[in-house]
Antibody, heavy 122, light 107 residues
Framework: QVQLVQSGAEVEKPGASVKVSCKAS????????INWVRQAPGQGLEWMGW????????NYAQKFQGRVTMTTDTSTSTAYLELTSLRSDDTAVYYC???????????????WGQGTQVTVSS | DIQLTQSPSFLSASVGDRVTITCRAS??????LAWYQQKPGKAPKVLIY???TLQTGVPSRFSGSGSGTEFTLTISSLQPEDFATYYC?????????FGGGTKVEIK
């Protein structure tokens, strides 16, 4: 069965960087894309971008351009999210999510990781 | 960016009730809309995609309709396990965006 297993909780100081991992199993990693979505405490869902499992091509939300880097390691079927220059409002649960692709476009987010709590505090 | 407005943001209902949630897009998105259910402390789960296609394994009491700018999610007979927060998402154009959520609570 498809599983996305994320790394553990992180606590960082303002200005620091954080890197979250997401290990995929149960499907062909290179045949799909991994999205990153975050959810601040008591708030809704916010899409950050995606990375292609095959070519490593990326599509970042403009809001995060310059601060976010998404990468993959196809040898271990693992995706990574790095966010730099952390601020207190980056405190959130970060999810990796598989994007189901149909006719060349994502039509739903079908499998979600368990989430990684990132806390930014001095 | 395409804004998605869900209504209501909160609703109180009883087991067995028919429940309808609306999602309005700030511009046309064809049928590129999905609905998710999220329970406290858990990741969201997809219910409906392409506006009206039921995700495999999701009970048939859930249904979706609409196209263009107005969409609905209907739960035909609310069950105890359906009390949760529901989000719509547009996948027509980037950045992908979500509605603000509708929390369904027990009356």
């Amino acid at each position: 069965q498809v599983q996305l297993v994320q790394s553990g909780a992180e606590v960082e100081k303002p200005g620091a960087s954080v890197k979250v991992s997401c290990k995929a199993s149960g499907y062909t990693f290179t045949s799909s894309v991994i999205n990153w979505v975050r959810q601040a405490p008591g708030q809704g869902l916010e899409w950050m971008g995606w990375i292609g499992g095959y070519k490593g091509d990326t599509n970042y939300a403009q809001k995060f351009q310059g601060r976010v880097t998404m990468t993959t390691d196809t040898s271990t079927s693992t995706a990574y999210l790095e966010l730099t220059s952390l601020r207190s409002d980056d405190t959130a649960v970060y999810y990796c999510v598989r994007g189901a692709v149909y006719s060349g476009r994502i039509n739903r987010f079908d499998y979600w990781g368990q989430g990684t709590q990132v806390t930014v505090s001095s | 960016d395409i804004q998605l407005t869900q209504s209501p943001s909160f609703l109180s209902a009883s087991v067995g009730d028919r429940v309808t949630i609306t999602c309005r897009a700030s511009q046309g998105i064809s049928s590129y809309l999905a609905w998710y259910q999220q329970k406290p402390g858990k990741a969201p789960k997809v219910l409906i995609y392409a506006a009206s296609t039921l995700q495999t394994g999701v009970p048939s009491r859930f249904s979706g309709s609409g196209s263009g700018t107005e969409f609905t999610l209907t739960i035909s007979s609310l069950q105890p396990e359906d009390f949760a927060t529901y989000y719509c998402q547009q996948l027509n154009s980037y950045p992908l965006t979500f509605g603000g959520g509708t929390k369904v609570e027990i009356k």
